[in-house]
């Protein structure tokens, strides 16, 4: 007789843990952004690269992760949140790196020079829309004592509040965002042409990653409502 | 005939019930104790003691009803007065059934459950081999309902608990206090049910006449003599800070670890009360026939060494071979905390607890199967496998024609091998 045992298969792999673990390796790609921007802006492009290479790599872990969870989601499975709520947080979370990566690249491979007056700046707005993500981050660990409350009452309450900061920090980030906007446009005439277009899209990458994080919240948010 | 091979009879329906017996401490005790070790509640030592010690006192205690079914329930024993020999063979014959089809089961790990195996193997011995007329088709057709009814009603029991448990403790402000105000009343409820539900229906055979009020009385003496030990237990727990920072509710599953403690002994209690009679009803029914001489009579009582001998099957397969699948379930489950897992349990043990009072023999896993669904219907569990919950449930269909045609088989060769021409 093999010791195998049908109550034990009944129960179906919980989608919590790795997707908290995928938005754990999002965040630790994230978070290597700021070392990254910091070398490009001293021209330190060796360490630069090994920094993009890291981000690169950290990516790449996350796809792998994104992967294995959506195979582990079969059909047959009864969950205690939706599949697709759960499916589509993934894919934001998952893009939250995806767009890290990006600017990492961009920025290493255009070798691109900020206007110095930018750089204090465009390092704030990184840092808030960093803070964006590691807020989302946190709700998406509130979800196994969501699953544990049975998404009702009191812990509903702590991820609304939850919810409302990582909204603020989002506001803050537009804000910021503004400002940069504005600094770069006031001197677009005196820059090269394509690099302010690149300068552009950078801000708006940054940016992307504060909105990604705000809608891993709002789908976080509809697993409440039902 | 029965004079001739009288003890022949006896030594090979205690041998063919203890293999029995073995099988179901086992394999069918896992899954009533892997909830208690997967949750964190019990170590595996502790979940082996438990279920030997509770297990035993269900088959002693409240096992009685559900014997009395599987031996003399579902044949008609007016129609078999005259030839009492077939009811010895076929006896036999659907407890060697029942045993050898768990046994293919299990090694090809297919979820069947002892008591449709041996339900089965009864019905199909009974209807083939004597006659259609024998089989008492109401009392069959109300224990096909019962399996229809108690994973359903187990359900919906574990979802009304798991409920109570959001309401009160888990979805309140303060989770901890309020788990050490309740706690104790869970435990309350459920050694006073299962208490109340075996003094109702299965101390007779012991000697112990109680009224109604004396029977409430002493269920609800039993529910506070274990409510005091948990509260003991409880005002032990202290919050840890650490443990609270990664998972808000860890110092709350510790009050509910008590808990599970006592949920689990309502659960091995119950499943002894209920399962061990799949091993010791035809054991039962070939030592009453022998013994009176070839008399079939459903009402003399049964001796009380049988029950024990199928509590001590229980026991010895449990730590034999059990303890091994106990672990591999314990360690597997690690969805259940001890509050889901208390829910889950809790209301598989009051729905198998009462079926026990009504001698209804269903199956223990597909009722705790339903306690899970039940918690899983109210988001309490991340994710169920509806796949396994539907080979479960077919599993059903599958094991009543097989232990049937597995007890004919045996019915005739049993009938050829003793050289019985009648």
């Known amino acids: 007789m093999s010791p195998k045992n049908f109550v034990y298969d009944l129960f179906g792999r919980s989608p919590v843990r790795p997707l908290q673990t995928h938005m754990d390796k999002v965040q630790t790609c994230v978070a290597e952004l700021p070392a990254f921007f910091d070398a490009a802006c001293a021209q330190d492009w060796v360490r630069a690269e090994q920094s993009q290479q890291r981000i690169a790599r950290l990516e790449n872990e996350a796809d792998e992760l994104k992967k294995a969870l959506r195979l582990q989601l079969p059909k047959g499975m009864m969950l205690a949140m939706s599949r697709r709520d759960v499916l589509e947080v993934l894919t934001v979370q998952d893009r939250i790196a995806n767009v890290a990566k990006d600017i990492a690249g961009l920025i290493l491979g255009r070798r691109m020079r900020f206007p110095a007056n930018m750089i204090e700046d465009l390092k704030d707005y990184l840092a808030r829309s960093i803070d964006a993500v590691r807020q989302a981050g946190r709700i998406v660990h509130e979800l196994d004592e969501l699953v544990e409350a049975g998404f009702r009452g009191h812990e509903v309450d702590v991820v609304n509040d939850m919810l409302k900061e990582l909204d603020s920090i989002e506001h803050d980030t537009d804000t910021i965002q503004r400002r940069v906007r504005e600094s770069l446009f006031g001197q677009e005439a005196e820059l090269p042409p394509v690099d302010v277009m690149f300068f552009y899209r950078v801000i708006d990458d940054i940016g992307d990653m504060a909105d990604e994080a705000q809608r891993v919240g709002s789908r976080l948010q509809l697993m409440l409502a039902r | 005939m029965l004079l001739e091979y009288g003890t022949v009879f006896i030594i090979l329906a205690c041998v063919f019930g203890f293999f029995m017996a073995w099988g179901v401490g086992a394999n069918d005790v896992a899954n009533a104790m892997g909830t208690s070790v997967g949750s964190g509640a019990l170590t595996i030592r502790q979940a082996v003691i438990i279920a030997a010690v509770f297990e035993f006192a269900g088959a002693w205690l409240a096992g009685g009803q559900v014997t009395q079914t599987i031996r003399s329930g579902m044949v008609d024993p007016a129609i078999m007065a005259g030839t009492p020999e077939l009811l010895v063979f076929g006896m036999l014959a659907s407890l060697l059934a029942a045993g050898t089809w768990l046994l293919v089961a299990s090694f090809f ?11 089965g193997a009864i019905v199909g011995f009974a209807a083939v081999g004597i006659g259609v007329e024998v089989v008492e088709w109401g009392k069959v057709g109300r224990i096909a309902m019962s399996w229809v009814i108690s994973p359903l009603l187990a359900g919906m029991i574990a979802f009304a608990l798991f409920r109570s448990v959001q309401i009160l403790i888990l979805d309140t402000r303060d989770p901890f206090g309020n788990a050490r105000r309740f706690v104790p009343a869970y435990i309350f409820l459920a050694a006073f049910v299962t208490a109340l539900v075996t003094l109702l229906k299965g101390l007779t055979h012991l000697g112990l006449q109680l009224s109604t009020f004396e029977t409430y009385g002493v269920a609800t003496a039993v529910g506070i003599v274990v409510t005091a030990f948990g509260v003991r ?5 202290k919050m840890d800070p650490d443990a609270e920072r990664s998972f808000h509710f860890s110092s709350v599953e510790k009050v509910f670890g008590v808990l599970m403690l006592v949920t689990a002994c309502a659960m091995a209690f119950a499943h002894g009360s209920n399962d061990v009679a799949n091993a010791v009803g035809p054991l039962a029914a070939v030592v ?23 509590g001590v099957g229980i026991v010895v397969g449990l730590v034999t071979y059990g303890h ?26 009051m729905t198998v607890v009462m079926a026990s009072g009504t001698g209804l023999p269903i199956s223990t896993t597909h009722t705790l199967v339903g306690g899970v669904l039940g918690v899983g219907m109210a988001r309490g569990i991340a994710a169920i496998n509806l796949g396994v919950v539907r080979t479960i449930f077919l599993s059903w269909i599958v094991t009543l024609p097989a232990g049937a045609i597995l007890a004919i088989i045996f019915f005739f060769g049993l009938k050829g091998a003793f050289g019985y021409a009648g």
């Open chain 2, 288 to 310: 009453s026939v022998v013994q009176s001489g070839g008399v079939v009579d459903a009402r003399s009582a049964m001796p009380i060494w049988i029950l024990i001998l199928g």
């Open chain 2, 324 to 349: 091994k699948v106990i672990a591999t379930v314990g360690t597997g489950i690690t969805q259940l905390t001890p509050s889901r897992g208390f829910a889950a349990t809790l209301a598989a043990a």
């Open chain 2, 109 to 119: 790990g297919w979820p069947v459950s002892t008591t449709h195996s041996i339900v």
């Open chain 2, 233 to 237: 237990a409880i005002r032990r727990i």
